[in-house]
């Protein structure tokens, strides 16, 4: 089946520092999706992608659906304590439904202050 | 408008018992999906329900069963369970099958 690698696997930076993490996947995607979980909580949707090549931002966060359909990336600029938590990218099957997604293996971010 | 909701939040079994773990959606969804969170082996979808039909399955024993009713809540039951079926339960809800997943806070199982 399908599967997302995502890297790095855990990050620590300093509070101000701009974050990157990608995903890659063995087979292609029509939808990237970015999810944020913090702890005793479910994912968060963050962002979503549709379209090669794509660019959206939501506030400090700006993803791209890859070229190839088969990565995505995330950065987030300025980090704050709040940033902390497992970012997740997802999409779903290329053949199936949106009610199905496959994750990440997830990237965890940790911020000092 | 209120988020999913799950219930009960935390629950202890013990190997060979069954549980089932209940998913109220947000109001107006009609598609619930059932995934299943490990350190080991991440976030895995478990099912999907859609008008009281189950209409995709993961890759899950026999043991993993849901159900969807009328009001499109949802449970899902595990029967004999096993160690192994420690983990973080995940409940997400969306308008329909292809709309954005709104996940719950989770139900943590612990089986000893």
């Known amino acids: 089946g399908q599967q997302l690698n995502q890297s790095p696997q855990s990050m620590f930076i300093q509070e101000g520092e701009d974050v990157s993490m990608n995903c890659t996947s063995s087979s292609i995607f029509n939808t990237w999706l970015w999810y944020k979980q913090e702890p005793g909580e479910g994912p968060v949707l963050l962002i979503a992608?549709?379209?090669?090549?794509e660019l959206t931002s939501n506030g400090r966060l700006t993803a791209q659906f890859g070229i190839t359909r088969k990565d995505s990336f995330l950065n987030i600029s300025a980090s704050i304590p709040s940033d902390v938590g497992i970012y997740f990218c997802a999409g779903p099957p290329i053949s199936g439904t949106a009610s199905k997604l496959t994750f990440g293996t997830g990237t965890r971010l940790q911020v000092t202050l | 408008k209120a988020g999913v909701t799950q219930t009960p939040r935390y629950l202890i079994k013990t190997r060979g018992q069954q549980v089932t773990l209940s998913c109220s959606p947000i109001?107006?969804?009609?598609?619930v999906s059932w995934y299943q969170q490990t350190p080991g082996q991440g976030l895995q979808f478990l099912f999907e329900?859609?008008?009281?039909?189950?209409?995709n399955k993961g890759n899950f024993p026999g043991r993993f069963s849901g159900r969807q009713f009328s009001n499109s809540r949802s449970e899902m039951n595990v029967s004999t369970l096993e160690l192994g079926d420690s983990a973080l339960y995940l409940c997400?809800?969306?308008?329909?099958?292809?709309?954005?997943?709104?996940f719950g806070p989770g139900t943590r199982l612990l089986v000893l």
């Open positions: 997400a809800s969306s308008f329909d099958r292809e709309g954005t997943q709104y």
């Open positions: 329900y859609f008008s009281e039909t189950q209409r």
């Open positions: 992608l549709y379209k090669a090549g």
């Open positions: 109001s107006g969804h009609r598609s």
